[in-house]
């Protein structure tokens, strides 16, 4: 039974980790808190219950989401963001404003009903664990969870882009004296954070339903994953997606009332005994060398 | 062979700052930018790489243009710039550092600096100041950059750091031109062949190293400078 | 601020006050005393907003905490007692002020994107608190049957009061703005370091200047729970911070005039608007984005630089990157 709240809480904590990593990359690298991530999410969920509902089959599917996702991020980047560009504030409501254009629209086609997603196949199974039944959909979500992280940390740790990527982060003024063109590749991962969003928000469908303001409902569990692990820190986003999931899971199960609130808590405390989040570094340190 | 700087102005938050500076370094020679604190030297390395914006005036390298270009292309023509912390990436191994800017195999990078070798894996954040300033010069040699412009590498390091440090600037001189800001005339005087006075945003004065002492403008241009030399713009 | 400005003010304020009292008598159209009393309050709600923004320079969106936190207050003090509206706003305000100031310096530990992800964290959570004690609050379909007493019940009344107290606030926020009080606020806000080395200290400046924009927006909030007769859960929505924030961002953030006429308009605008249109959102998002690119100093910033003074205005994006930087940041693969 212990092992059923366990996989439970492992299969949020991967939800919450392909919501939140895109959100703490892009940070990372543009210092924008990119409230479109949101807006990408209903996107990405829309695009899967499109897919599926077309008779698509869930991998084309999901892929799709995500590749809406992406598609519709490139172009807020390039067409909104870059103009912006030195001007953080501007950004971070310009990306507000499209949270809520995409939102508004999907609202407009769709209408503000839910509608449910229907699995098939082995997705819409159950497995037996400890003799309680689990959804093999949520085996599902760990495993992607896993992959997305192998793939990102790999990426950024042994590949030439990565290690740009990382520089750029470090910080944007030492990379261009390094001859690194930082501009594409801010785009490239504003571009990767829309298409996780997208990912997540094809994720969520299944087991929430597919509406329009899904993206600011999650939005609120991704804020509080990346203030919980230090924004910026992939490391620190899984870190938090497990205390926050497994949290949730284990507190759901044995308090059931206090489910929704222990986020908030588990927030609250990490705040109370260290601010800058359980991996980030402590204020203070600036891009010194930025004009 | 040869990086220029003529008429070269520039203001930092609307501030003038730069009100002409000319200059000139060759391949082969270690020019000392020197002067008292906010006489504009820091600035005048950063306007070169485009860090900070050039108002007016010309840097060629070599016969072209430069000011027009970004950063990161300036970087890649051969501009190299060592910021007075070091200016490596806290959050990426010595490595990581050195593959970045790389033009050769790191294992051949290292050669002239071992004492990076058991170094390699360490976050550079996690390094001493002057294990800093060393792979920051390690970073400047395997990028095969022929234009160092270097910002008070003396500054916070110990006496015996200082002699390791005249070392790694001895042997990047025979690949690179370079232009060292420094407030410790000492150490000036034991690297560099000439020097360029830089008073109140203007070049006043040049020549070589030895003669520093002669000019007519070292009082004007120097007074205050020595003991104030522990501070930074 | 340069004389000319200045001199401006005393004008301003006047012709404030004669749009404010007299337009609703002069037309006399009940409609449009409805639109003007809604947005008069969301007038003093986008004032208090111009404190967060323009005072502490710090950006928050969960602002709406403190607009539904009046309003539920006022409602439940209303049905527990027999106090009249009017005081009982103002009674609620005050009451909520200790928790807002305790709030404040918990959420002040951390600083730009930081701390605008925790009030919205926390505004969200809030609403859902109450969501969930549907014994207490009505739940999801709010809190209806209010006693609400003559003084506040009558349109005419409820105008009449809500302006007196915008234009109250305005006076009050200009006056203390040139006073030691506001000097120490924006030495906090430009340079933190630097101001503590004259002893004032960052935080507490930041949380009492937090303080009274909650007392404000809890006023607004007690206001709007009289003027919609009801009080009701999506107070507490990010909608209504997002809203706020922009007022204060359309009024530019170094002005308070700016924000409460900003407060009116987008109000009136709303609420004539989606009376043809069920899109609000998607307007709210265009003008944000048009904001942010035409009019980066706000109204506020288009009057001085109308004016030809040369104040620099402080811009909303120009706020949110200086306290970026002191933002702590985590490294990629650490």
Redesign the interface.
Known sequence: MILNVLLSGLSLAAFYFILSAGLS?V??IM?V?NFASAGYFVAGLYAAWFGLGHGWGILPAFIFAAVVGGVLALLVEVS?LR??Y?????Q???T??????L???V??VFGPQIQQEQMTGLLSQTVMFGGMPFPVFRLLLIAVGVLIFLLL?LA??YTGLG?????G???Q??????????APLRSIVYALGGMLAGLAGALYGPFSGVYPSAG?DT??LT??V??V????????TLAASLVIGLAEALVGFFVPSLA??VN?LV??LV??LR???L????????????? | MSLRLSGIRARIGGVPVLHAVDLEIRNGKVTALLGRNGAGKTTTLRTVLGLTELDAGEITCEGRDLSRLPTWRRAREGLFYVPEDGGVFQDLSVQENLKLSARMPIAQAIEPFEELGPLLGRRAALLSGGERKILALARAYASRSEWLLIDEPSLGLAPTVLRRLAGAIQLLRGRAAMLIVEQNLGFAQSVADDYVLLLDGRTVDRGPIDTLRQSSQFDAAMHFGQSEGGSSQ | MPRSARALRAPLLALLCIALFGWPWVTGTPGLLNLLTGGVIWGLFALSYHLVLGWTGEISFGHSLWFGAGMYGTALLLQATRVDALPGILLAAVALVPLALLVHLLSLRLRGPYFAMITFALAEFAGLLVQNATSLTGGTNGLTGVPISPDLAAPGTLYLSASLLLIAAVAAVLWLRGTRVGLVARAVRDNPTRAALFGHSEVWAKTLTLGGASLLAAIAGGLFLCYQGMAFPAAFGSDTSFTVLLMATIGGADSAWGAAVAGIGLYALENSLTATTSHWGLLLGVVYIAVVRFLPGGLGGLWRRVGASRGRAVTTGAILESSDQSAPRGGLLR
């Open positions: 990359l940070f990372g210092g808190l909104l103009p912006l030195g001007n953080v504030g501007g971070i409501l310009t507000l404003g499209v949270m809520l254009i939102d508004e629209a609202n407009w940390a950024l740790r290690l740009r990527v990382r520089a982060v470090d910080s003024t030492l990379a261009e004296l390094a001859g690194v063109r930082v600011l939005l609120l804020f509080i990346v203030v692990g230090g924004l910026g820190s992939i490391p620190g929704l609130t908030v927030m609250i705040l109370l601010p800058q989040g991996l980030g570094k402590p204020p203070g340190r600036r891009d010194t060398h930025a004009a």
